[in-house]
């Protein structure tokens, strides 16, 4: 692998050159990554890439007006031209009274080691290799007729933060994954699943045939579906398919939305949302953690904190443009890519985990409804309301029998969130992560 460009070093040029320039204020963002990736299929290597590339994000400030620019190409007379775009661009820009750096009282001063880099780059015939041991474990399950193909990769990047309030900071991480998807059953009647995994360090990666043995296996499961009569009934999500439910609530808790009015949380701060006992955690500093992140996007200092405690509502994510809105403290949630200013974001994320087995979860269920998958984005961030395409397996007598397709699951996230039950069966693996849950009261609409 080339030498890069130091990212601190060309982030803090950046800097230096725009308040040359001109400009009250002026931070930046730099990026540099290498990856490589394989594309296997059918027993036979499809594709296999290598890049490096180098991004770099300037945001100035004249007054209230802001103007941010991006480029991939660090040579000093582009650096140059970049500062004249943004400053010219900010000269023209609408005053914005929130726009604005972090003071320096509220920056990051230590930057913790997370363990996220793992400097192991493979070589090109272990990606390959994993990518077909995942593939062909999949295909030797029975039922499974054809492959969408497994993929592998790696990649290690670095970013760098610097800026006029005196923040500078950069931290690097590697991944690796593997994943594969196929095909089960015979022309009208085949379904496809599949299954992935992604770790900060390549030794923490479980055999690729573990992972492709899953995914036929949950193929296969989705044959000879039939549709669920039309009803109000108990849904369990398994743990899967139970991630999306916390995604809702970042959108719902995101700061840019409370300060507008437009989400059904917006005045439910400190109250109780979630039955008692239920808890989510969010931490960026969790030790190999997939979206773990030592400072966020703006240059401050990132902590563990329960989102929900107890179930009550306890943070807004809330990047410094939000905080001054809402006139509150930010909470160290922004988040920035190169070509477009901060917004909040969330870390390493989960609901912690309830007694109950999900077998004894659905033990008392004389009809309902077990998701595996869900499709479409159905939800109405301003009232709540929640209707998603689902399939699954129904449940009688509390167990699970025959698949299930072509069904809708609805309902209000208000009351849905309120009616959640947890099951004991969480593992952190993707960065959002839940175990299965269970909610009573809601509208499946099948025949």
Not at 295 to 318: C, K, P, V
């Amino acid at each position: 692998m080339t030498t890069p460009p130091d990212p601190i070093e060309l982030a803090a040029d950046l800097v230096a050159r725009a308040t040359r320039a001109g400009a009250d204020a002026a931070d930046a963002v730099c990026f540099h990554g290498a990856s490589m990736s394989v594309n296997w299929r059918l027993g036979a290597l499809e594709e296999l890439q290598r890049a490096e590339g180098l991004d770099m994000g300037l945001r100035v400030f004249i007054g209230g007006r802001q103007a941010n620019v991006s480029t991939t190409d660090p040579t000093p007379a582009n650096l140059d031209r970049m500062v004249e775009r943004a400053m010219a661009m900010a000269r023209i820009a609408p005053e914005d009274d929130l726009a604005g750096l972090a003071p320096e009282d509220l920056l990051a001063t230590e930057i913790p080691d997370l363990d996220l880099d793992a400097d192991d780059e493979p070589e090109p015939q272990r990606l390959i290799d994993m990518a077909a041991e995942c593939e062909d474990a999949a295909r030797a399950v029975e039922g499974i007729t054809n492959s969408d193909g497994a993929e592998a990769g790696w990649q290690r990047s670095t970013a760098a933060m610097a800026a006029s309030n005196g923040f500078a900071g950069s931290w690097t991480g590697t991944s690796s994954s593997v994943g594969t998807a196929v095909i089960a059953g015979e022309g009208l009647l085949m379904e496809r699943d599949g299954d992935h995994r992604s770790v900060r360090h390549m030794a923490d990666m479980p055999s690729p045939a573990e992972i492709g043995a899953e995914a036929g296996r949950r193929a296969v499961r989705k044959l000879n579906p039939s549709k669920l009569p039309t009803r109000t009934m108990p849904v369990i999500y398994d743990a899967r398919s139970a991630r999306s439910l916390l995604g809702h609530l970042c959108e719902a808790i995101s700061g840019p939305g409370v300060a507008r009015g437009t989400s059904f949380l917006k005045k439910r701060m400190g109250e109780q949302v979630f039955a008692p006992g239920i808890t989510v955690v969010e931490d960026p500093h969790r030790l190999r953690g997939l979206r773990s992140r030592p400072f966020d996007g703006e240059g401050l200092a990132t902590h563990r904190r329960n989102l929900i405690d107890d179930g009550h509502l306890t943070s807004w994510l809330l990047d410094l443009r939000s905080a001054r809105q809402l006139n509150l403290t930010p909470t160290g949630h922004a988040s920035r890519g190169a070509s477009g200013p901060p917004s909040p974001s969330v870390s390493n994320l989960w609901l912690e985990a309830g007694s109950a087995s999900p077998e004894e979860l659905m033990a008392d269920i004389e009809d309902g409804l077990y998701i595996t998958f869900l499709i479409g984005f159905g939800v109405n961030g301003v009232t709540g309301d929640y209707s998603r395409g689902a399939g699954g397996f129904r449940i009688k007598n509390g167990e699970l029998t025959n698949p299930v397709s072509e069904i809708t699951v609805a309902g209000n996230l208000k009351q849905m969130f309120a009616a959640m039950i947890p099951a004991n069966d969480l593992e952190l693996l993707f960065g959002t992560d839940s175990p299965t849950v269970r909610i009573d009261g809601m509208t499946v609409a099948g025949t």
